[in-house]
């Protein structure tokens, strides 16, 4: 094959490598359904939402369009995981919030959670920052790997099982962040395909 033609006959949406877990549709749907839940539960209260970065920059779009309420957001940054797919255990932040978050109602806005590791530790970082109250969304649910079992997901778009995932914000080595559905990759050895 030609270089044009190998060029033309690659999508990344189409990638051998991935096998689409929830498409572009049920994601929206069940975002609508949080949204619903979550516009229901804080009616009246100071919403910020905060969300951690990059992973969870896609649901909060999603997210934050299908709550019906005045809020404001706000950003952090932590590292967890380095450059491949296995979790290191340290957490640091490289970015913290704009704005205090004293006295508002604070929605935790996460991609994923699987060990727990790096939210266990966040939680701590803001409970001491004098919210009137803190909960957790998170995109994706994968329990298994979970070493923090006593982290509560309030809100939780969907439970995956115990594979490697992408899309929809979530990557491998900063590839796939921008699918539309999330998938699982089949061989997380061959990230090059
Ligand atoms: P935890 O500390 O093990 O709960 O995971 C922390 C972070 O690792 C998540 O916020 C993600 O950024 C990343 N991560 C964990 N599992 C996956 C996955 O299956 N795909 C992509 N990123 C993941
Ligand atoms: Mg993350």
Same mark, same amino acid.
């Given at each position: 094959m030609s270089a044009e033609s190998k060029q033309a006959a690659f999508t990344e949406f189409t990638n051998s490598n991935l096998e689409v877990l929830y498409d572009h549709e049920q994601i929206q749907n069940r975002i609508q359904e949080l949204g619903n839940q979550i516009t229901r539960e804080y009616a009246g209260k100071e919403l910020v939402l905060v969300s951690v970065l990059k992973g969870s920059c896609i649901f909060l779009a999603d997210l934050m369009r299908s709550i019906d309420l005045e809020l404001t957001i706000d950003f952090m940054a932590v590292s967890s995981?380095?450059?491949?797919?296995?979790?290191?255990g340290d957490v640091e932040i490289l970015k913290d919030l704009s704005n205090s978050i004293r006295g508002k109602h604070v929605i935790v806005v996460e991609d994923i959670v699987d060990t727990g590791l790096t939210l266990s530790r966040l939680l701590e970082i803001l409970d001491? @920052?004098?919210?009137a109250s803190i909960r957790l969304a998170s995109f994706l649910d994968k329990p298994e790997p979970r070493i923090k079992t006593g982290l509560k997901i309030d809100y939780t778009g969907f439970v995956v099982p115990n594979k490697f995932v992408v899309g929809y914000g979530l990557d491998a080595a900063g590839r796939y @962040?921008?699918?539309?559905f999330i998938a699982i990759v089949k061989n997380p050895a061959d990230l090059e395909v």
């Open positions: 995981y380095k450059d491949g797919t296995k979790s290191t001491s @920052r004098g919210a @962040r921008n699918l539309p």
